[in-house]
C-alpha cells in the first residue's frame, strides 16, 4: 500500500516529528515555531490535515508518526522518478551520475546496491 502523500512542508514537519516522537502537541509546536517559523495554528492545522491523510497520531494531545521516514522517502522518490525520468531508473541514475562527482568508495556502494 503507498503511503499518503506528504508535501514539502509537511515533510519538514515529519522530520522535526520523527526526530522528538512521540511529543506533546504544545511542545511540537514551539519547535516548529523555532525551526520553521510556523504560528502554533500553522503546526496544529498540519498535524490534523496529516491526522486526516494517515500520516500521524495525535491522541491525548500526544503526537506520533504512523509512516516512516523510509516509506515517505520512497514513495517521493517514485513519484519523482516516474513524474520526471517516465519510470526509468537507468535514466535517473545517468542524469544523477553525470551532475555529480561520485567518488570511488559511493560508486562502489551503488555497485553493491545493484548487485543485491
Known amino acids: 500500500m503507498q503511503p499518503p ?15 522528538y516522537e512521540p511529543i506533546n502537541s504544545t511542545r511540537l509546536a514551539q519547535i516548529c515555531r523555532e525551526e520553521l517559523g510556523w504560528s502554533r495554528t500553522t503546526t496544529y492545522t498540519v498535524i490534523r490535515r496529516l491526522s486526516d491523510r494517515g500520516v500521524v497520531r495525535n491522541e491525548n494531545a500526544i503526537v506520533t508518526s504512523l ?8 514513495a517521493q522518490m517514485e513519484e519523482m522518478l516516474e513524474k520526471t525520468f517516465e519510470g526509468s531508473l537507468p535514466a535517473f541514475v545517468a542524469a544523477f ?3 555529480q562527482k561520485l567518488s570511488d568508495d559511493e560508486v562502489e556502494e551503488i555497485l553493491r546496491i545493484i548487485g543485491e
Open 97 to 99: 551520475a553525470r551532475r
Open 5 to 19: 502523500k506528504v508535501f514539502e512542508s509537511e515533510y519538514r514537519f515529519c522530520l522535526i516529528l520523527w526526530k
Open 67 to 74: 509512516v516512516s521516514k523510509e516509506e515517505i522517502q520512497v
